[in-house]
């Protein structure tokens, strides 16, 4: 359904052209991921939901690895209007 925007995805994380936010980061330290993992899960992930940013109206994309979803765990990328994806890691939660 999103294969455009995956590709898309992973052709900026492949290059590099991506920011993790601080909260981000610390979310993915107390889950034990790496920087790796966090890149894996695009990578190796498919996207699981679209959300729309209730502030800015752009749309962020939820994604699900293998591995994650073992830990209870999923990715969420932000599309902003600069072309950069923002990254954080929330729970599953429902």
Do not use: N, P
């Amino acid at each position: 359904m999103f294969a455009r925007i995956l590709k898309r995805m992973r052709e900026l994380i492949r290059r590099g052209f991506y920011v993790m936010t601080t909260h981000a980061d610390e979310e993915a330290d107390a889950d034990d991921f790496s920087v790796f993992d966090v890149e894996s899960g695009i990578l190796t992930g498919k996207i699981v939901e679209r959300q729309e940013d209730a502030e800015t109206g752009e749309w962020k994309y939820v994604i699900s690895s293998r591995r994650q979803a073992h830990c209870g765990r999923r990715e969420v990328w932000h599309f902003k209007s600069d072309g950069i994806y923002h990254y954080c890691v929330c729970g599953i939660t429902g």
